[in-house]
T-cell receptor, first 120, second 113 residues
Framework: GAGVSQSPRYKVTKRGQDVALRCDPI?????LYWYRQALGQGPEFLTY????????KSGLPNDRFSAERPEGSISTLTIQRTEQRDSAMYRC??????????????????FGEGSRLTVL | QKEVEQNSGPLSVPEGAIASLNCTYS??????FFWYRQYSGKSPELIMF??SNGDKEDGRFTAQLNKASQYVSLLIRDSQPSDSATYLC?????????????WGLGTSLAVNP
């Protein structure tokens, strides 16, 4: 697609429910990142993929959080047994891998509009 | 704990003035530095990146990097009301990956007509 697409844009759920957030990156982008952004804060790294391989999940807060990108395109971030502290904007970003970006690698991340999660 | 610090502001400047946004970082090994702009309710978008010490100019924007002082700044010349936004400083946290970033809290800029 033309840009990074995330769904749902808004999700309200009750504590204890599972949620799945979807990200459709820019076509051809190798790398996909998940960030979380609380109100008035900068984004916080969660995890990232190159193609279908999860390269780094060191930012996932605990084992209730997981992510997958089975075919190297669309990714799903799943939060099990949600808690109120999970409420935040979850942002997906995609990027060309550095080695594919050519001689001038801007390191640019292209962000989606985010999925705002509210846990009641 | 690797950190990126910014003055949260708000920074208020009159239209046409120079806006100066500052950022310090804790990890001496950081190699890539980014300024993203985020309008209220929108996603961050890249404004400038800088990898080498010194100044880098792009139109009305100038990024300045001083690795010895662990300091990076963004100057916006001839500020316009449309520049009013939150400016996020981001620094790579992984030497092998310039997209795995640590972000500051952002500085809110208001340009008054």
């Amino acid at each position: 697609g033309a840009g990074v697409s995330q769904s749902p844009r808004y999700k309200v759920t009750k504590r204890g429910q599972d949620v799945a957030l979807r990200c459709d990156p820019i076509s051809g982008h190798v790398s996909l990142y998940w960030y979380r952004q609380a109100l008035g804060q900068g984004p916080e790294f969660l995890t990232y993929f190159n193609y279908e391989a999860q390269q780094d999940k060191s930012g996932l807060p605990n084992d209730r959080f997981s992510a997958e990108r089975p075919e190297g395109s669309i990714s799903t971030l799943t939060i099990q047994r949600t808690e109120q502290r999970d409420s935040a904007m979850y942002r997906c970003a995609s990027s060309l891998a550095a080695r594919l970006a050519g001689g001038l690698d801007t390191g640019e991340l292209f962000f989606g509009e985010g999925s705002r999660l509210t846990v009641l | 704990q690797k950190e990126v610090e910014q003055n949260s502001g708000p920074l208020s400047v009159p239209e046409g003035a120079i806006a100066s946004l500052n950022c310090t970082y804790s990890d001496r090994g950081s190699q890539s530095f980014f300024w993203y702009r985020q309008y209220s309710g929108k996603s961050p978008e890249l404004i400038m990146f800088i990898y080498s010490n010194g100044d880098k100019e792009d139109g009305r924007f100038t990024a300045q990097l001083n690795k010895a002082s662990q300091y990076v700044s963004l100057l916006i010349r001839d500020s316009q009301p449309s520049d009013s936004a939150t400016y996020l400083c981001a620094v790579n946290s992984d030497a092998g990956n310039n997209r795995k970033l640590i972000w500051g809290l952002g500085t809110s800029l208001a340009v008054n007509p």
